[in-house]
């Protein structure tokens, strides 16, 4: 080889960031496998791309050359409609293309490339939106860790485990082992990190105050996640090398440990643990549409992002709706576009502030005069939160789920705290632990919950339907839409939906003449357990709406608790048993069929009956593209979750379309029929 | 009215014991009300019926009339075909008949009135079968309160608490607290009652040695109601007005109390509680079949009821298995005719002996190794235990089904059996609490159980197939058919029963060229989780026979743990959500709906896949009846309702045909169709 020899590996575009700008490497005198191989170090092929002024870019050493190269670059671009890696060799000053395929890239570059491919009318956006992958938007809203700053971590050995990838995006803070501790510490201006061995609806408080939340045990949908991606908040789960001792509040993981106060990192898109402090950098896209401290004009990512969501939203049939308790959850899912709430569930509100005490009053009382009391209590809280949600949601619809979990759950769990109830109360704390071990269940799951609960103290319903419909008046007297949806959760018979319907349109009825005034509102069901997908076209008699809770009929469907699946799901996703975890992406051979079914015996009974889901899959791309093909109406999902929820219905939908046409190609044509 | 006047009401034979002699009473000079509302004491209407020499019975003072009602009474039986209640007035020695209807009866009269009555060639032995419910049956079998003696304590307000009906009979013996007693206590000849809170598996022994049980806690369906039926032990269940306590060995209810060693009896058919002794009477029909102290000959009771069943076996087309664990249950079953054990649960024979030990071992061990070198400690004493049932059996199909339950299931409870056993293994007894507490569970029914075990430990599996065909090999080789059928519980995956299928037939493979023989035997799998339903036609592809679970087919498709239920399930009842307790009797709409599915899924994979039900609905008479409808192949049962299902198959079958009779009829003629 002569001196007029060289070969290249190139980009049409930059693979890491999408910028529209040829890039490249190329060595003199080599085989194209030098540069793959990395025996010797490349130079850049262009001048833009020069950091060291001593060593020339093929762009000057060979001006002719790279203009061809240019050339066939554009060439390539426009025939294969991609970013493409491509080969070339030079030989006797002669340009040889050795080879083109299309380039891999980060989440980064695949959205700008796509979205720069349709300004210059390379693509269209159909095509763009295919060619963005849901979960790679979501890497663009999250906070991500300095990258220099992370090697540096990663080269000083301060990675010290790793768990599930629950929450994505990085978080640094100081480690604390309680809700409490997490809420006091945020509140003097500490960043911390919630440790845990796992959380419960208790700790929300806590969670909402850290920065990240990090669990010994549990998968990807148990409350930590859950609450986390709710809330936007990242989150390694179930990170089981972590010996947390909440007593000397440490933590021990491979012979180190962490101290209550020190630094942590995690990264909750990698599942990644560091010890220490990682700087973070945080996502433009939120800091426009959430924190409000960038402007649109601010921010170019921003702007190629509504883009895209705007192609999305012109596409997609599927509506997108959020999982949502409180008004500031409710606004940062309208922000990102949610056109309703899908699942408000009521609980939540239960341990905000003092109610706690209201709520454990009620559990405690004797009979239902007692528990009426308690419940009066609670009525104007609620209302409050009703309020405030259809505030901003200003007219969307607002489906609220009636109380869901078993009542255990709102007693304390430590002999303190039960001494400390038994004060408040003026109760003997005997009687609380007597009333604790009566409420203990062997399988809550399958337990004295969801409608269940309303059925045997119709009481609690009726406060809930009235603080509803009293807060939907008050909202409408101020020249505010409201359109509340009431959601009865785990009917499994008709005749549960039939009693609970009764006492919500009674309250409804009565409020309404009260307030002189009316709303619309609808009630309906969810559909998590098998029986209710199995009867359907009886349930769809008394449902204004279906919304399937696929969380839960994914466990009774598979029988299978989430909480305790992690033990065997591993070697089962392991061994191929399922090929996937179903607790994430919906199983269509199982849940799906059922799924199907309800809708089918739904729409047979009540022919628009509107069809939607709420589980944690409502934010999972697969799992949405199958809710668009069986016909439902909505996903709803948290918040955090809109977006890609959004680009998935509409991938759906072109999906949808793609079918349909081959469909009608492979179609006999109809004269040939006759 | 003048002397020759008189009224009468008798039934054409005895309604409390079903004799065929006329029975009834009369007054002179009086109305049919005067009879009814009892003013006057009536008088014997023959010689037969009379106690009292001084009165005159009809048949004494009115010879004449007394034979013309005898002769009514044979043409109105004629025409009937049933036995009458009837009503008749005399005026002026005229005898005028005023009323006939079909009369009540006690179980004992419809089962000897059914049967004299095709001897006497009334009826057909089809009617016959219609006219015995077969829960009338049940109470045959049972040993019952002597009836006067159950009298003097009721009327002495000795009955102190009603709780479920859970295991039918009557029992006394001495109040004792814990399994241990009540197995050294009845080891020296005391009759016990075994009084507790709840009963786990590890009570079995317990159980079996004490005369019956009573529970303060549970359902119908609990373990301790579960394991009374199948042992065909009394028991009275979830009396929650009892107050147990451990501690104090006293049950404290209504202000009395019930000290350890002293006197209480229990009626399982009724539910009742009282405290002190009450005399009980055998059954005839389990003197012959089960304790052979009486000869078929010297029980007229046992001869019809011998009768009733040949009838019932010419008519059913469902076959009738038993679940049993031990060969002496399994030969009970045998004796009421049972044609195979469709249930074997090989975990109850985890707790025989020393073994529990071998057991514990196991699941304490570090890694596979160990767990493999305990498990080679159970594998004699497995085989031995199949060896026993399939002697017993001979060459009736056995269907064993794998390791089912939680492992934590098997580990002690109290620090001091913690400590116990950490001395027998030579370990710390923080190691087993530190076990105990990571095989702890959310929801223990929906998790790491079933074949998800056998998945995760494939040594465990492989170890129950050695014992099972070694066993086989071991029973053919003294000349007597075995014929083993492997059944893996809780598939809701096709992949599932491939991976313990293939450890299963692998293992066969072994024994057999070990042995240089060869024995028939199928592997297939519970149908017990609605996702095994829904992909039956998948499953089938693997499963040579489906036995739907339905215990726990109930409990996820409804989304409802019967261990739990009892919180909502009376008020469910009461408010006709459901018209009964699903757990006693198929939930058609729903549970039965997905084994339709099932079963149709999986013929159309498997033309000739043989179905059966092994879960408690096996022995409840409509769920059989059910059965019959959707085409399954067997019922299997415990051993002691055994005859109730057959008699229930018999009658489905009859039903059937009238249906398809009717179905003929009203369908148009062939010929008209032309």
Redesign the interface.
């Known amino acids: 080889m002569g001196e007029d020899c060289g070969t290249g590996v190139a980009f049409t575009r930059n693979p890491a960031d999408g910028e529209n700008a040829f890039y490249g490497e190329y060595l003199v005198n080599a085989q194209g496998e030098d540069v793959v191989a990395g025996i010797r170090t490349p130079l850049p092929i262009n001048k833009k791309q020069k950091t060291d002024a001593s060593v020339k870019s093929l762009e000057e050493l060979w001006p002719d050359i790279y203009k061809q190269v240019i050339k066939v670059r554009n060439n390539l671009e426009k025939n294969y409609r991609d970013m493409q890696d491509i080969e070339f060799t030079i030989q006797n000053r002669k340009l040889w293309m050795l080879q083109t395929r299309t380039g891999k890239r980060t989440a980064f570059a695949a959205f700008k490339i796509a979205i720069d491919m349709v300004r210059q009318k390379l693509i269209t956006k159909e095509e763009a939106l295919m060619r963005v992958e849901p979960d790679q938007l979501n890497q663009l809203l999250r906070p991500i860790f300095d990258p220099q700053e992370k090697d540096k971590a990663l080269k000083a050995g301060d990675m010290v485990a790793r768990g599930l990838n629950a929450g994505p995006g990085a978080a640094s803070g100081k480690v604390v082992f309680n809700a409490e501790d997490a809420e006091n510490w945020a509140n003097r201006g500490e960043q911390v990190i919630l440790v845990r061995i796992d959380t419960s609806p208790e700790d929300i408080r806590g969670m909402n105050a850290a920065q990240g939340i990090l669990t010994s045990r549990g998968g990807m949908t148990s409350h930590a996640a859950l609450v986390a991606r709710q809330m936007g908040k990242v989150c390694v789960a179930g990170c089981g090398t972590l010996d947390i001792d909440y007593a000397r509040k440490v933590i021990r993981v491979n012979g180190k440990t962490i101290q209550e106060g020190e630094f942590v990192s995690i990264d909750g898109t990698t599942g990644e643990v560091f010890a220490g402090q990682i700087k973070t950098i945080p996502s433009e896209i939120l800091r426009v549409l959430v924190d409000k401290t960038l402007k649109p004009s601010q921010s170019k990512i921003y702007q190629d992002f509504a883009l895209l969501m705007k192609w999305a939203d012109e596409v997609r049939s599927l509506g997108i709706r959020t999982n949502a308790d409180q008004p500031d959850q409710a606004a940062i899912a309208v922000a990102f576009g949610a056109e309703g709430i899908g699942l408000c569930r009521t609980e939540h509100m239960f341990f905000e502030g003092d109610r706690i005490d209201a709520v454990r009053e009620m559990i405690l009382a004797d009979d239902k005069a007692g528990r009426v009391a308690a419940l009066e209590k609670l009525l104007p809280m609620q209302k409050d939160d009703f309020v405030g949600l259809f505030t901003v949601m200003k007219g969307l619809p607002v489906t609220i789920r009636t109380l869901d979990p078993p009542l255990h759950e709102f007693l304390p769990h430590t002999d303190r705290e039960v001494a400390d109830l038994a004060q408040k109360l003026g109760v003997t704390a005997e009687k609380i632990q007597s009333k604790i071990d009566s409420l203990h269940?062997?399988?809550?799951?399958?337990?004295?919950r969801g409608c269940?609960l309303g059925?045997?103290f119709p009481e609690i319903t009726e406060m809930q339907a009235r603080a509803i419909f009293e807060a939907a008046c008050e909202v409408k007297k101020k020249k505010i839409n409201v359109k509340p949806e009431v959601m009865i959760p785990?009917v499994?018979?008709i005749?549960?939906l039939k009693?609970q319907k009764d006492v919500v349109v009674q309250v409804a009825d009565e409020v309404f003449k009260k307030n002189k005034t009316k709303v619309d509102y609808m009630v309906g069901t969810m559909i998590?357990?098998?029986?209710a997908a199995?009867?359907a076209d009886?349930i769809a008699k008394e449902a204004e709406f279906f919304s399937f809770g696929t969380n839960?009929l994914t466990?009774?469907?598979?029988?299978?608790?989430r909480?305790?699946?992690g033990?065997?799901l591993v070697?089962?996703v392991e061994?191929?048993?399922?090929s996937f975890d179903p607790f994430q992406r919906i199983?269509e051979?199982?849940?799906g069929?059922?799924m199907k079914l309800g809708v089918d015996l739904g729409r047979g009974t009540r022919k628009n009956l509107k069809c939607g889901i709420c589980g944690e899959h409502g934010g999972e791309p697969n799992s949405v593209a199958f809710c668009h093909k069986v016909g439902l109406n909505y996903v709803s999902c948290s918040p955090y979750r809109v977006t890609i929820a959004k680009l998935a219905a509409a991938r759906a939908a072109i999906e949808n379309k793609k079918t349909m046409k081959t469909a009608v190609k492979k179609a006999p044509a109809k004269k040939k029929r006759k």
Chains 1, 2 share one sequence.
Do not use: C
């Not at 269940?441 to 004295?448: D, I, K, S, T």
């Not at 998590?528 to 029986?531: A, F, H, N, V």
């Not at 061994?575 to 399922?578: F, G, L, M, S």
């Open positions: 269940e062997a399988n809550p799951m399958l337990g004295h269940r059925i045997v785990l499994g018979n005749n549960e009693l998590e357990i098998p029986r199995i009867t009886e839960d466990q009774t469907t598979l029988g299978m608790s909480d305790d699946a033990k065997f070697p089962y061994k191929e048993i399922y199983d051979a199982g849940v069929k059922l």
